[in-house]
């Protein structure tokens, strides 16, 4: 079971998914899984579901439906896909998109590892702190949590103003991809900890124990060992910040420019300002399409990647 | 639950005479050794030398110290003080990467991510030893456990007895001269701990490594080592063979916890017996074992085990010399090749004997019957002073 | 053991840098000057005076307020349906009925807000506080559905057993056993959600009325729009009635976890 849980599912959603329950199971506590086991009952269980099942179609499914028909309703058609992969603004905006996502990934990764892996082994105490200082950031407004970059970030900001008193340089920091990046491995960070937390739990430590009686240094069984263990949370972690980078809109629109816009800010920029929603839905199904096809890629990378979790562990 | 081990015979898969191996074990030296984890005190100022190539069993209940001073010796927990020495050479300050040991956990810790192969491998390229020659040093050492055919499995791939072999399997394939082995049948079920029992004392003859395991299992303890370290609150109970350990326990813990034993309680009498709180006065033993100061009297307790004690009907009369007491059938355990049957002898004591079940007529509850046993099968311990705590 | 404080000392860094640049707003929040600046030598109140005083605040935080207690009641009625009907079905249909709930969360929430937002022209819901309503409520059901999820996998069925053999019907079971039993995680639920709602500003941007906007998107307007510092004031207030309902909503389910 726990094998099972660790293998990567083919649907590339449901990795995203499992990264997101995992964040919840932190905020609610641990052992929460929503597979929980069978229980032969009968009810009205298609009548209870029935309801929910139907409003998410209908808020969340058929939008999604509108959102295509609407990007080809247009005169050009379906060729309003090659049309915006064709223009200079779209390709850099979708370049500047998956760049940015991919760095605030990185950075996420690179903070989140440390933490999420302190979080295994810290006393229950520090753990409970830690615990606490990822999941409130986490529930805490996106817009409130940008405001303050901003007033720390800004050309008169608390940094700013700090360097001058100190006689050095002021650093450009906002209205850039630098602060569009802060500002955004800030917000996505506890959706970078709180999965490579629930991976790492489930990593039985005294492997590396062993690996260090067969002669490994504590670094060598790190790396040989624990590491591997670790890459289906790092996995989850990274696909989850990625695509929450990808469409991320609050924070680009606080901190960054409209001429280093990102695909969010473009499509925004399409409805609420020129009125061409046919445009904007395109966007969004670029955004989308792009997004699919890069899971798809990692889901194959890793799954040929050595040192991948068992095939058919249960 | 000592009833139900006791079903098993206690074979010891040892041959008589052991080969002599090329690679040899290293001697093993503990002085001193202390470790405590906040207030509590987990080993006690252990002594302990086993010898090169000696199967030397740590047994104990759970939180007695075996597992604690196991990792020291692995190098995985440091000692508060003591040392540790292998051949002479202090190693307590060595990481457990450079003790060269092979080790076996408790539940196998087999790498998930890696092959059977890969995993036995391990400790080759930790050595750095050539794939070709890695290849063949680890199918040699699959073909040992019997899983040659397997070698392309994941871990989870594998029945848990399996895995064991595989366990087993990767800490020897680099022939480490010191093997420690940490409840390694703990979560396998009886059959395959049998089986695996002589696997793990074949291999201990092959390898010929200073094998230090740690079990709670008294008859793994009896079948597989040539010595066994009793341990309690973090000292050594006792130490002796498993011959000697079953035979002539020093305490009554140890009696009671290797085997099912009568612990008869009493003073002793200046003729060398023990007299029992009803004035039925018993003769154990060798009185001149030398055991201490016997000549003052004082309380003291004979162990006298199941098996040696013979139920008899109380018209037949005992043979000289041999002790006697009689006394009512309380219980009748029903145990397949053996039988245990309960007595009460008067003033609460209970008296529990063990026959083989092949003698045809059962014991009826309620019966009244003699038990008797030989001089030479009850053991002294504690005998004049309470020497618990003297031992180690 | 060095590596070991070092590590403690790298995470207790990571983790105030995850916290203490939000509380810059608090000082903004204080400072005197029509800045969105951190004075320390004086301070005053008069953003949040402003705050109090402004219709225009205080009507964005009644819209947000209604919009959040309707939104999380939908949601929770929603939800917990869901969690007892999710409870019954296992196997390969329960994955996909998992991950379908799910889907609002990972989604780009941009993409959400145009689309509902078009798909809501078509309705006549856009710029309505019904629909702003609906759209909240269903992409919190993954919020609602977890905790109760958490809560019923904790409770023993064999109290409904105990309560049908003493003469409770299905109704009277649910309300006077059940319910109690996984309560916390309901309530926890429905905690996430009025959060969730109260606190969401890229759907609400597209769906909210022009007239009546969330509190949410009027901060975001005065952030874009102006440099007004009562937005300081308002995020100090949203910031501290949230920490408190975030932090009451972990203690009930974990209160959850612990009695069932």
Redesign the interface.
Not at chain 1, 307 to 314: D, F, V
Not at chain 2, 109 to 114: D, E, K, V, W
Not at chain 3, 21 to 25: A, F, G, M, N
């Given at each position: 079971m726990v094998?099972g849980e660790r293998r990567l599912s083919g649907?590339h959603?449901?990795v995203?998914?499992r990264g997101?329950?995992d964040v919840?199971?932190a905020?609610?506590?641990s052992?929460?899984?929503?597979?929980?086991p069978?229980?032969g009952?009968?009810?009205p269980?298609?009548l209870?579901?029935a309801?929910?099942?139907v409003?998410?179609l209908?808020?969340?499914g058929?939008?999604?439906w509108?959102?295509l028909q609407?990007s080809v309703s247009g005169p050009l058609g379906w060729n309003i896909f090659l049309e915006l992969l064709a223009s200079d603004v779209t390709r850099a905006v979708l370049l500047r998109t998956l760049l940015t996502a991919a760095l605030v990934t990185f950075v996420c990764l690179v903070?989140g590892y440390?933490?999420a892996?302190?979080?295994t082994?810290?006393s229950p105490l520090?753990r409970a702190?830690?615990i606490?200082?990822?999941?409130?950031?986490f529930?805490?407004?996106?817009?409130?949590?940008t405001?303050?970059?901003?007033?720390?970030l800004?050309d008169?900001?608390?940094i700013n103003n700090t360097l001058s008193t100190l006689g050095l340089p002021s650093l450009s920091l906002i209205r850039n991809v630098t602060g569009v990046v802060i500002g955004m491995a800030?917000v996505m960070?506890?959706f970078a900890v709180l999965p490579l937390y629930a991976a790492m739990r489930r990593i039985?430590r005294?492997?590396v124990?062993?690996?260090?009686?067969?002669?490994?240094?504590?670094r060598?069984?790190w790396r040989?060992?624990y590491l591997?263990?670790s890459l289906p949370g790092i996995v989850a972690a990274s696909v989850?910040v990625f695509?929450?980078s990808?469409?991320?809109?609050?924070t680009p629109?606080?901190l960054g420019s409209p001429r280093n816009a990102l695909l969010?800010q473009l499509?925004?920029m399409n409805?609420t300002q020129v009125g061409d929603?046919t445009t904007?839905?395109a966007l969004?199904v670029l955004?989308?399409a792009v997004?699919l096809l890069l899971l798809v890629a990692l889901t194959v990378i890793v799954r040929i990647l050595p040192?991948?979790?068992?095939?058919?562990?249960? | 639950m000592a009833d139900q081990t006791s079903l098993k015979s206690r074979t010891r898969w040892r041959t008589a005479t052991r080969p002599q191996t090329s690679h040899g074990g290293v001697e093993l030296r503990l002085t001193g050794l202390t470790r405590s984890f906040g207030s509590a005190i987990a080993v006690d100022n252990v002594d302990l030398t086993v010898k090169p190539g000696e199967f030397m069993t740590l047994l104990g209940p759970s939180g007695s110290g075996k597992t604690t001073t196991l990792n020291m010796i692995?190098?995985?927990l440091a000692p508060d003080s003591g040392r540790i020495m292998f051949d002479g050479r202090d190693v307590s300050s060595l990481?457990?990467?450079r003790r060269?040991?092979?080790?076996v956990?408790q539940?196998y810790?087999?790498?998930?991510?890696?092959s059977v192969r890969d995993n036995v491998g391990?400790?080759l390229r930790?050595?750095r030893v050539k794939a070709s020659q890695r290849r063949s040093q680890v199918d040699a050492a699959l073909e040992m456990v019997e899983l040659g055919h397997l070698w392309d499995r994941?871990?989870?791939?594998l029945s848990g007895g399996q895995q064991q072999r595989v366990a087993l399997a990767?800490?020897i394939v680099?022939r480490p001269p010191l093997l420690?082995m940490d409840e390694p049948l703990g979560a396998l079920d009886r059959r395959l701990r049998d089986s695996l029992q002589s696997e793990i004392a074949a291999i201990h003859r092959h390898v010929g490594s200073t094998v230090i395991y740690v079990t709670h299992d008294q008859d793994e303890a009896l079948c597989l080592s040539d010595r066994i370290a009793v341990f309690r609150d973090g000292r050594i109970e006792q130490l002796s063979s498993p011959s000697d350990m079953y035979e002539q326990p020093e305490t009554s813990f140890v009696a009671s916890f290797l085997g099912d034993s009568n612990i008869l309680v009493g003073t002793f009498t200046r003729d060398g017996n023990l007299r029992l709180p009803d004035g039925t006065e018993v003769r154990c033993g060798p009185a001149d074992a030398g055991r201490g100061d016997a000549a003052v009297a004082g309380p003291a307790t004979v162990v006298v085990r199941p098996e040696r004690m013979r139920l008899t009907e109380l018209e037949a009369t005992p043979r000289s010399g041999t002790n006697c007491l009689v006394g009512v059938v309380i219980e009748e355990r029903y145990l397949g090749a053996t039988r245990m049957v309960a007595l009460d002898v008067g003033g609460d004591r209970r008296i529990v004997v063990r026959e083989n079940s092949g003698a045809g007529q059962t014991r009826p509850i309620g019966s009244r019957l003699r038990v008797c046993w030989e001089p030479a099968d009850g053991v002294w311990i504690d005998r004049g002073a309470d020497r618990h705590g003297e031992s180690s | 053991m060095t590596d070991?404080a070092f590590?403690?000392l790298?995470?207790?860094l990571?983790?105030?840098?995850?916290?203490l640049?939000?509380?810059?707003?608090v000082p903004?929040s204080l400072n005197p000057r029509r800045s969105?600046?951190?004075s320390w030598s004086d301070w005053s109140l008069q953003w949040f005076q402003r705050f109090f005083d402004d219709p225009r605040w205080l009507d964005a935080l009644t819209t947000s307020v209604v919009v959040a207690v309707q939104a999380s009641v939908l949601a929770t009625v929603?939800?917990t349906?869901?969690a007892?009907?999710?409870?019954?079905?296992?196997g390969k249909f329960?994955?996909v009925?998992?991950?379908?709930?799910?889907?609002?969360?990972?989604?780009?929430?941009?993409?959400?807000?145009?689309?509902?937002?078009?798909?809501f022209l078509?309705w006549g819901l856009a710029g309505t506080t019904q629909g702003l309503v609906?759209?909240h409520?269903?992409?919190a059901?993954?919020?609602v559905?977890?905790?109760v999820?958490?809560a019923?996998?904790r409770y023993d069925?064999s109290l409904d057993r105990a309560a049908s053999s003493l003469g409770a019907g299905?109704v009277a079971r649910f309300y006077q056993v059940t319910l109690p039993m996984i309560a916390p995680?309901v309530l926890?639920g429905a905690l996430?959600a009025f959060?969730w709602s109260f606190?969401e500003?890229?759907m609400a941007i597209?769906l909210s009325s022009p007239r009546q906007p969330t509190l949410?998107v009027l901060?975001?307007n005065s952030?874009?729009q102006s440099v007004d510092p009562t937005?300081?004031a308002a995020?100090v207030l949203?910031?501290a009635s949230?920490?408190v309902v975030?932090?009451l909503?972990?203690a009930l389910?974990?209160k959850?976890?612990r009695s069932g």
């Open positions: 094998g649907q959603v449901a995203a998914v997101m329950t919840l199971d905020t609610v506590g052992g929460s899984r929503w597979l929980t069978l229980r009952r009968h009810g269980t298609g209870l579901l309801a929910p099942l409003l998410l209908l808020v969340v058929y939008p999604m509108v959102l609407q903070l440390p933490y892996y302190l979080l082994v810290a520090l702190v830690l606490v200082l990822v999941v409130l950031p529930w805490t407004s996106f817009t409130i949590r405001l303050a970059w901003v007033v720390l800004q008169q900001g608390m800030h960070l506890p039985d005294r492997l124990d062993a690996a260090v009686a067969c002669g490994a240094s504590r060598a069984a040989q060992v591997p263990l989850l695509i929450l990808l469409g991320f809109f609050i629109q606080l969010s499509i925004y409805v929603n904007a839905s969004g955004l989308v997004t040192g991948r979790t068992p095939k058919g562990a249960r | 692995a190098g995985f990481p457990a990467n060269n040991i092979g080790m956990f539940n810790a087999l790498f998930p991510t890696m391990y400790p930790q050595r994941r871990p989870a791939e990767r800490a680099h420690l | 070991r590590l403690k790298t995470g207790l990571i983790g105030l840098w995850l916290v640049p939000t509380l810059v707003i903004v969105l600046a951190v929603l939800g349906m869901a007892f009907a999710l409870e019954r079905v296992t329960r994955r009925l998992d991950a379908s709930i799910a889907t609002p969360i990972v989604i780009p929430v941009i993409l959400l807000g145009i689309g509902i937002y078009f798909a078509r609906l759209a409520a269903v992409t059901l993954p919020l559905v977890h905790p999820s958490a019923l996998s069925r299905a995680g926890a996430f959060i606190d500003v890229v597209f949410p901060m975001f952030v874009t937005v300081a995020s949203v910031l949230s920490t975030v932090l909503a972990m389910s974990r959850g976890a």
